[in-house]
């Protein structure tokens, strides 16, 4: 029998996974301004087809917009530009790319290992591997942390559960052992009752997590939005913002704030909309339960505060300058001498225009500055107990966030082993950030944190945003070229990678891979210490 033209089998194998499609669950789609993990693949799948020659970069662009068009237009697919399920399936089988697809079983326990295709292993790192890791744990097979990382404990668990239910024991996660694991979950939810009153979003034990579509997930949203904690769309795409909710009423709620709806936070959603309040908190209320986040204090960027302004905001502001030891009058609210004094002492400081009003760049910084330094200073001049705001360090996507935080703008650096924080100027983002010690001092502080050592070696360090954002990374204190600020003795710019997958570090190279390890390795000691 002769086999059809490579175009020709892959326009009939597209045909019938677009009639396939119908009967599963809508999986996320991608078009121009997107970024995500998925983009990358498909960005990889389109170089390997050659019909991609930008970079590897999870940013859906012009670029990979064309890209698309061309490969939907060559294999007979509307050419919208619009990476669908059917192009991305129609696109992974052309390159001989393992497709995972969206869960056509949308009844399993387990939304997450029972769903996919893709073979786990020592070594993964993803959502699935924390859905794995969750279902062993619930199945008494694990006992270890949460972590989406599959490690020896994982592996072992693995293996455990492979022995008892008649599986090849190699501790590798395959379709069968994710089968088996699904079916064994299933079995063991029958005789788990929910708490819920509402049919809401823990009318299911499924765990929801970013990229989840389904009618849990717009139940979770329109949960979230009536405690005041979601602001977006009702979509039933469980998407940045839904993330961002679920993390928020978990802070506010004394849970372990990951953004992963899960059994806990499903439990917890449904007492609070059931109107038992006593052990919940609103969106709308402060989240000081939680002691290690009691001193976060974020100022609004989007006013601007001067001589004569009298507010909430101003007394935040002069609070926070106490607390950096720029400020020493009375906190009052109202906008005096004294403190445009410490304006301009902090603007000095940083760089930044020294006009005594505190605009959208000075807010920022002083943002930045006090939410990424244990001690609230410029720096410390000793070790600090890493578990100030450990429960607040997030381990998130780069390319998901880093659009948010714009070039030019300053983020605090914290490292934990050291307690010493320095002020870095961002440069550039792409695959990680480029960035500059702000000042000598900065770069003196850094390379104390170092040892007095100049390394490539990674360093895991916690690093704040202009939002009080604190996202968990790895750095080095290596001055190469180019360099953009004078005055800071350091004759370069030096990199801070955050997590990307494993997959994708592995792409780029050795160096980036030894990052995402370090990182890795740093989320799994904060799990398991703080969490």
């Not at 301004?33 to 590897?56: C, M, P, S, V």
């Not at 972590?147 to 599986?167: C, D, I, P």
């Not at 395959?174 to 009318?203: D, E, F, H």
């Not at 935080?405 to 950030?433: E, F």
Request: aromatic content about 8%.
């Amino acid at each position: 029998m002769k086999i059809a033209s490579g175009k020709k089998w892959i326009t009939v194998i597209a045909a019938v996974l677009m009639v396939c499609v119908c009967a599963l669950a809508s999986a996320q789609s991608y078009s121009l301004g997107d970024e995500a993990d998925e983009i990358a693949t498909i960005q990889t799948a389109l170089k390997k087809l050659k019909l991609y020659t930008g970079d590897i970069t999870g940013h859906y662009g012009a670029k990979t917009q064309t890209a698309v068009k061309t490969f939907q237009k060559r294999y007979g697919l509307e050419d919208d530009g619009i990476a669908g399920e059917g192009t991305i399936q129609a696109l992974y089988e052309a390159a001989d790319i393992t497709y995972s697809g969206s869960s056509s079983s949308s009844s399993s326990a387990s939304a997450s290992s029972g769903d996919s295709d893709s073979v786990l292993r020592q070594g993964s790192r993803s959502e699935a591997v924390r859905g794995l890791q969750e279902d062993l744990k619930a199945l008494g097979y694990y006992d270890g942390s949460i972590s989406g990382h599959y490690g020896s404990l994982t592996e072992a668990a693995v293996m455990k559960f492979q022995r008892a239910n008649g599986l090849s024991a190699d501790g590798v996660a395959g379709a069968k052992t994710l089968s088996k694991i699904a079916a064994a979950r299933s079995g063991s939810s029958s005789s788990s009752s929910s708490s819920s009153s509402s049919s809401s979003s823990s009318g299911s034990i499924s765990t929801l997590r970013y990229g989840v579509k389904s009618d849990a997930v717009r139940a979770l949203q329109e949960d979230l939005k009536s405690l005041g904690f979601y602001t977006g769309s009702v979509t039933g795409n469980f998407g940045n913002l839904t993330k961002e909710a679920v993390y928020n009423f978990q802070k506010a709620n004394n849970l372990s704030a990951d953004g992963v709806a899960g059994a806990k936070t499903l439990s917890k959603i449904a007492t609070a909309m059931a109107g038992d309040t006593s052990g919940s908190s609103s969106g709308s209320s402060s989240s000081s339960g939680s002691s290690s986040s009691s001193s976060s204090m974020t100022l609004n960027t989007s006013v601007t505060l001067m001589n004569g302004s009298n507010s909430d905001e101003v007394l935040k502001l002069q609070k926070m300058l106490t607390k950096l030891g720029y400020y020493s009058g009375n906190q009052t609210g109202n906008f005096g001498d004294k403190t445009e004094d410490a304006v301009v002492a902090f603007q000095k400081a940083m760089g930044l225009t020294a006009d005594g009003i505190a605009g959208k760049n000075t807010l920022a910084a002083i943002n930045a500055k006090y939410n990424g330094s244990s001690s609230g200073g410029s720096s410390s001049s000793g070790s600090g107990s890493s578990s100030v705001s450990a429960n607040n360090v997030r381990y998130e996507n780069f390319y998901t966030w880093r659009t948010k935080y714009a070039n030019g703008q300053y983020c605090t650096v914290y490292d934990p082993a050291t307690g010493y924080s320095w002020t870095l100027r961002i440069m550039t983002k792409d695959a990680h950030m480029d960035a500059e010690p702000l000042t000598a001092e900065d770069t003196a502080i850094m390379n104390k944190a170092f040892g007095g050592v100049t390394t490539w070696t990674p360093k895991p360090v916690w690093v704040t945003f202009s939002d009080g954002k604190t996202y968990l990374g790895s750095t080095h204190n290596v001055p190469h070229s180019p360099s953009h600020l004078g005055n800071n003795n350091f004759d370069g710019h030096l990199c801070v990678h955050f997590p990307i997958s494993m997959e994708k570090a592995k792409e780029i190279g050795p160096y980036a891979t030894s990052h995402q390890e370090t990182i890795n390795e740093a989320w799994d000691k904060i799990l398991a210490k703080y969490r």
